[in-house]
């Protein structure tokens, strides 16, 4: 039996979901097949979507016609935008989510998507065809044949939990793994494999926990603007409105202490865990080791939904036996009775090394295949989803006949995100910041929509009806922009002069000059949020144009592009490491190689001298043959 589809998604949580969304709304024939269609969207571990940088991703997913923004806002509990005291660059939403009620709106809107059929089954090999992947083969015997496959099984691939000295399969705690798609890519495909780890910390129940010892966080007072740029009140569900408290607490010596005293039954201390685990959220273990001299350390109790007492403890992860958790737990203030719903684990898997993906996140070893997500070595819920609507696309446009795209650097964190994994050695579960991007004034949360918008509905990931509402408000812009410019006050100051007095989010209440002039009405909510955009790219002008100029010589050594099959050898001067790197990545650019570590600026300068002589013997042998050259 058979059947055929343009692209096929293999996976359910947030690569997956974007994915298929992204294949099927430029027309492509799509199949997603997940072990259990109830767990499509399932947030595995934190019940939050964003934070720094992962709330610019998120974002750029909106702004792309992505959902994860989308069902974010319709799903909130309580929103916050961090890092308010600093510049813009850095401000970061962050959104804390009904668990449930996210799970139910994501796959009622992927039920949706004319073009895409959801289907539970588990993938088990590929069918292969003069070097392309044609298929996949699945467990209960189908065969279906398409023309891309993406992949994103998130920590699936070959999974093992740990409750202390006690281990077992498992894609995450209630799921099987998939140990037979993890052998069919090594085997079958001949793709390296690495392993990684990662963890959960537990859940308890809100009614034994005592919340007069805690401090409360609620969301900001405020703050209008969400993730989504566009209208959510047709997803559903959606959640009542109301906001709930996060609450926190301190760990305490006591709970080092019990920490120390069972090392010994921790996997990743006695050798039980292979795989290597992320610096960046640290299991409650590697905290106490690491940093001995904290005598104590942050604790979130985050609310998992509206209709549950269930809580999530944001801050002690761990592996460490279900007694020795019990005691932890029952040593940190406002916990003494607690009692456990779910008990913490750590869980490692197989990924694929990355520098076996191109930046269209498609392996170059086979056509038609792509990765998403945490296969690709990456951790958090939004790097996968922007992983996935990248992968999903060019999939599609794989499946069309069209050439990949590939977004920069200079213009989308997804594109930082892309270019660190194919260019840097993966040793650790990878997380962005915004440290990672070199223009990151120019790449802020609040632009992303006048970033993307336009090229997203050229590529057909935005409808038109969206579409329409991105234009109207960058035509307000435009036309609150010129008017501020002609308007001139004492001194010869304009309105544009007077916003850059603004740092940070500008007192609307304030403003040094009448709005309505400007042709803005402080009761739309629209208007005050171009006065709020306006005002920061006032204030930041200078340090933009600066941004501007570097990013035009970034894009000149994006245009020279390396040959698929670049012979490094033959290129004189190169020290044996870059040769080496230069090798194994196949960057597609200079610009790309000039990020590799190692590869020197000089050796950039021979790669290009080097690039120059191809050049010219093409255009030669072109003229003798009476050819174009390329």
């Known amino acids: 039996m058979s059947d055929f589809f343009d692209v096929i998604v293999i996976g359910g949580g947030h690569a997956a979901c974007e994915a298929a969304s992204a294949s099927a709304r430029l027309g492509a024939e799509t199949l997603m097949l997940t072990m259990n269609p109830d767990h499509i969207g399932q947030m595995s571990c934190n019940p939050c979507i964003g934070g720094i940088a992962k709330g610019h991703l ?27 005291t600093k510049g813009p660059a850095v401000w970061s939403p962050r959104a804390q989510c009904d668990k449930a009620c996210y799970q139910r709106a994501m796959k009622h809107e992927l039920e949706q998507i004319p073009n895409l059929t959801i289907r539970q089954d588990e993938a088990t090999g590929f069918v292969t065809e003069n070097g392309a992947v044609a298929g996949i083969t699945t467990m209960i015997g189908r065969t279906y044949r398409c023309k891309a496959v993406v992949i994103a099984t998130g ?66 007072e405020g703050l209008e603007e969400r993730f989504s740029h566009f209208d959510v009140s047709h997803i559903t569900p959606h959640v009542s409105g109301k906001s709930m408290d996060c609450r926190m607490t301190w760990s305490t010596s006591e709970t080092a202490a019990l920490v120390r005293a069972n090392l010994d039954k921790a996997p990743m201390y006695n050798g039980l865990i292979e795989g290597i685990g992320t610096r960046y959220c640290p299991s409650f273990e590697d905290k106490v080791v690491r940093f001995p001299n904290h005598e104590r350390h942050l604790i979130y109790l985050e609310p998992e939904g509206e209709a549950t007492d269930e809580y999530y403890v944001n801050g002690i992860s761990t592996s460490l036996p279900p007694e020795v958790q019990e005691k932890m737990l029952r040593s940190l203030p406002g916990l003494e009775h607690v009692r456990i719903m779910r008990y913490a ?172 002039e400007a042709g803005c009405d402080l009761n739309d909510r629209t208007d005050r949020r171009v006065l709020r955009e306006l005002a920061v790219q006032a204030h930041y002008e200078g340090y933009l144009r600066q941004e501007e100029d570097s990013i035009r010589h970034l894009r000149g050594l994006e245009s020279w592009r390396i040959p698929d099959g670049m012979d ?63």
């Not at 909106?62 to 935008?81: E, H, K, N, P």
């Not at 494999?193 to 537990?202: A, S, V």
């Not at 304009?494 to 916003?499: A, F, M």
């Open 155 to 220: 920590t699936f691939l070959r999974g093992k939990l740990h409750y202390g000295l006690t281990h077992f399969s498992g894609g995450r705690a209630g799921d099987p793994a998939s140990n037979l798609l993890s052998a069919a890519l090594k085997e079958q495909l001949g793709l390296k494999l690495g392993r990684l780890k990662t963890g959960t910390p537990p859940r308890v129940f809100g009614s034994s926990v005592d919340f007069s010892q805690m401090d409360v966080q609620s969301s900001d």
């Open 345 to 516: 684990y750590a869980i490692e898997y197989d990924f694929v090394l990355p520098e076996q993906l191109n930046r269209c996140f498609a392996i170059r070893a086979w056509q038609g295949l792509y990765h998403a997500g945490q296969i690709n070595g990456t951790s958090g819920y939004e790097e996968a989803a922007a992983q996935g609507l990248a992968a999903g696309l060019n999939a599609a446009r794989h499946a069309a006949g069209l050439p990949g795209v590939e977004f920069g650097r200079d213009e989308t964190y997804i594109g930082v995100l892309a270019d660190d994994l194919v260019t840097k050695e993966i040793t650790e579960p990878y997380r962005l910041f915004t440290s990672r991007a070199e223009y990151r004034l120019r790449l802020r949360q609040d632009n992303a929509d006048l970033r993307l918008c336009r090229k997203a509905h050229e590529l057909g990931l935005l409808n038109d009806s969206d579409f329409a509402v991105f234009t109207r408000y960058e035509d307000k812009l435009h036309a609150v922009e010129t008017a501020l410019c002609q308007m001139r006050f004492k001194g010869g100051l304009s309105g544009w002069d007077l916003l850059k007095e603004f740092h940070g989010v500008p007192d609307l209440n304030a403003l040094p000059f009448d709005a309505a």
């Open 568 to 630: 490094y050898g033959s290129v004189k001067g190169l020290r044996n490491e870059s040769r080496l790197k230069l090798t194994r990545i196949k960057p597609s650019t200079l610009a790309q190689a000039g990020r590799i570590d190692g590869v020197t600026p000089a050796e950039i300068g021979l790669l290009q001298v080097h690039l120059e002589r191809i050049r010219r013997a093409e255009k030669e042998a072109a003229q003798t043959s009476g050819e174009p050259a390329e």
């Open 58 to 84: 998120v974002r750029e997913i909106d702004a792309l016609g992505g959902l994860m923004g989308r069902v974010a806002d319709a799903c909130s509990i309580q929103f916050r935008m961090l890092n308010l």
